[in-house]
């Protein structure tokens, strides 16, 4: 592991999966900046574990941290039952909304589904029928939200008028 003095995590700091998928795109002048803290590594999706290459871009400190009021635009979009727009008109780059405001169980478990090649809506027939889920005591909790999003297509009340936009996983 290297030490990365800007990725705090716990009392161990790690130099983060996402931090190496954005400095394979630099040049080494870039990269000396990146590790002057210059720069950092910004998710434009604002999900932490994502390493999808183009989610992931290089920018400065201060506009990384602006892009926190449109993940809680977005999450507060979804909260109230409205329809996320696909990106943001704030930042260029554009923040990535839809996939803001998934919640991190959303975001795992469609990871997992894609990369499994399980494309489904339905999480737990899925898991039953792969043997990974053993016996359910039960039922699962509800979502906090209008829909949980798992792999495939968006639902209708993310937004998507053709219902086709998906997570490049």
């Given amino acids: 592991m290297l030490d990365c003095p800007t990725h705090g995590s716990g009392q161990h700091r790690c130099f983060a999966l996402y931090a190496i998928?954005?400095?394979?795109?630099?040049?080494?002048?870039q990269v000396l900046s990146y590790i002057e803290g210059l720069?950092?590594?910004?998710?434009?999706?604002?999900?932490?574990?994502?390493?999808a290459e183009s989610h992931i871009i290089i920018e400065g400190r201060n506009r990384n941290h602006q892009r926190t009021s449109c993940q809680k635009?977005?999450?507060?979009?979804?909260?109230?039952?409205?329809?996320?727009?696909?990106?943001?008109?704030?930042?260029?780059s554009p923040?990535?909304?839809?996939?803001?405001?998934?919640?991190?169980?959303?975001m795992v478990a469609s990871a997992f589904l894609s990369s499994h090649?399980?494309?489904?809506?339905n999480l737990k027939?899925?898991?039953?029928?792969?043997?990974?889920?053993?016996?359910?005591?039960g039922e699962f909790a509800a979502h906090p939200?209008?829909?949980?999003?798992?792999?495939?297509d968006f639902p209708?009340?993310?937004?998507?008028?053709?219902?086709?936009?998906?997570?490049p996983f």
């Fill in 21 to 29: 998928t954005a400095l394979a795109k630099l040049d080494p002048p």
């Fill in 39 to 51: 720069v950092e590594s910004s998710h434009l999706c604002h999900q932490a574990g994502c390493a």
């Fill in 73 to 92: 635009f977005a999450m507060r979009l979804r909260q109230t039952g409205q329809k996320v727009p696909e990106t943001c008109t704030i930042h260029r």
């Fill in 95 to 106: 923040c990535l909304l839809r996939e803001a405001s998934l919640t991190r169980e959303e």
């Fill in 117 to 121: 090649n399980l494309g489904t809506t």
């Fill in 125 to 137: 027939a899925t898991l039953e029928k792969a043997g990974l889920l053993g016996e359910v005591e």
């Fill in 145 to 152: 939200y209008s829909y949980f999003y798992l792999g495939g």
């Fill in 156 to 167: 209708p009340d993310f937004g998507c008028p053709d219902h086709t936009a998906t997570m």
